[in-house]
């Protein structure tokens, strides 16, 4: 099991920046995906951008394209999600998560571990 602990959430005004860190611990082993995850008041949890431990090629969903970047620091076991260009849409709950993912890699169902989150607000 995984244990992930976010940080870096805050209230930012709309176009600008934030970036999330989620520190993983805990044994692994193989390649599995590390993902940030949101969730609004009354609204279901979705997928924001994922990643492989061992490929360089991130998926994000069409809300975070060309606006968010996710990256990862295997050596210090660190996720990040640089996020530009804040909207008011931005505005949840974000959660850090990972598990052993075969496809659809952006549901929520496949991930295993998570973080407790950390609240992004923008403004507008």
């Known amino acids: 099991q995984i244990q992930l602990r976010e940080s870096g959430g805050g209230s930012v005004q709309a176009g600008g920046s934030l970036s999330l860190s989620c520190v993983a611990s805990g044994y692994t082993s193989g390649s599995y995906y590390m993902a940030w995850f949101r969730q609004a008041p009354g609204k279901e949890r979705e997928g924001v951008a994922t990643i492989s431990t061992t490929s360089d090629s991130p998926y994000y969903a069409d809300s975070a394209k060309g606006r968010f970047t996710i990256a990862r620091d295997n050596a210090k076991g660190t996720l990040y999600l640089h996020m530009n260009r804040l909207k008011p849409e931005d505005t949840a709950m974000y959660y850090c998560?990972?598990?052993?993912?075969?496809?659809?890699?952006?549901?929520?169902?496949?991930?295993?571990?998570w973080g407790q989150g950390t609240q992004v607000t923008v403004s507008s």
């Open positions: 998560a990972a598990g052993y993912v075969e496809s659809d890699v952006l549901n929520p169902r496949g991930y295993t571990s």
